[in-house]
């Protein structure tokens, strides 16, 4: 079946949320984790490891070292934790699935970080103090495009696709607008995603999208490319670059 196909997403969803044998914690990077039910499950899926890659967590090449992270859909909360972890001195971890905030609690809790975490429920950026900005802005999305008139049926799928790319728009809209002078708004993408989609929404929303970062991953039968994408706005006052059909530019790593 073709690697975006939304409908494998979903039953990729149904399997993880309705697996008898889902733990109740799991392992990752060297670290125990609360897992909470209805909430993305690290265990069923090669892309929050990705995301620890990516950010360059645990290594040399640590995007958000310092400062404040923003981190929108937590799930579990690994990654907001690990930036605590990693030096982040403020971290508000955010997910429209109250499971997940509650999950996100535990887990800052579990590894003695709840002073540096904070976990709260909001609809992107809607429920945020309008004047909070950070550092780091980050979400790694629900990337897969399903079919504007698509309804979620549990809170699990809504972890997994985005219905017309309605909140992937908004995010790139938005995420720029959240940013300290000089911090970075970054989306954690993949080839599961329509990156031609992705662009075109850059475009009505004036956004730059760079590749930060990439990473193949081999998941059952699939070869999956995680991708760092910063989002800027675009400079208006100078030409356009025509649009290649996929965002595009520098490349680092693999
Ligand atoms: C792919 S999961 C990532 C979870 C976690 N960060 C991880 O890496 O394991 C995407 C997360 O985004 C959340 N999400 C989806 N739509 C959202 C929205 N409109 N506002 C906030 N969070 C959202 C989902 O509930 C889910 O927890």
């Not at 508000?92 to 002073?115: E, F, S, Y």
């Not at 031609?196 to 004036?206: F, I, Q």
Request: glycine fraction near 6%.
């Amino acid at each position: 079946m073709e690697i975006r196909s939304y409908a494998q997403s979903l039953q990729r969803s149904r399997a993880a949320r309705d697996d008898s044998r889902r733990p109740d914690s799991f392992r990752l990077r060297g670290r125990e984790w609360t897992l909470l039910p209805d909430v993305f499950a690290p265990p069923y899926t090669t892309s929050t490891d990705a995301a620890m890659e990516l950010l360059g967590f645990h290594e040399a090449h640590q995007l958000a070292r310092h400062g404040s992270f923003l981190e929108i859909g937590c799930g579990t909360g690994v990654i907001a934790v690990n930036a605590a972890l990693g030096g982040c001195e403020r971290v508000l971890a955010t997910d429209i699935n109250p499971l997940a905030v509650r999950n996100t609690a535990l887990n800052a809790k579990r590894h003695g970080v709840a002073d540096r975490v904070c976990a709260q429920q909001s609809d992107l950026f809607d429920d945020l103090d309008p004047h909070a900005r950070f550092d780091t802005v980050y979400w790694h999305s629900n990337f897969v495009l399903a079919p504007s008139d698509y309804r979620y049926t549990s809170l699990h799928e809504q972890a997994y696709v985005d219905p017309g790319y309605a909140a992937h728009r908004r995010y790139l809209d938005q995420a720029p607008l959240w940013t300290t002078k000089g911090g970075r708004a970054l989306l954690q993408f993949s080839n599961r995603g329509d990156l031609e989609s992705l662009s075109a929404l850059a475009d009505e929303t004036e956004r730059e999208l760079s590749i930060v970062r990439s990473l193949h991953v081999e998941e059952g039968q699939d070869t999956i490319e995680y991708l760092l994408i910063e989002i800027a706005r675009r400079d208006t006052s100078s030409p356009r670059p025509q649009r290649a059909g996929a965002a595009t530019s520098s490349r680092q790593g693999s």
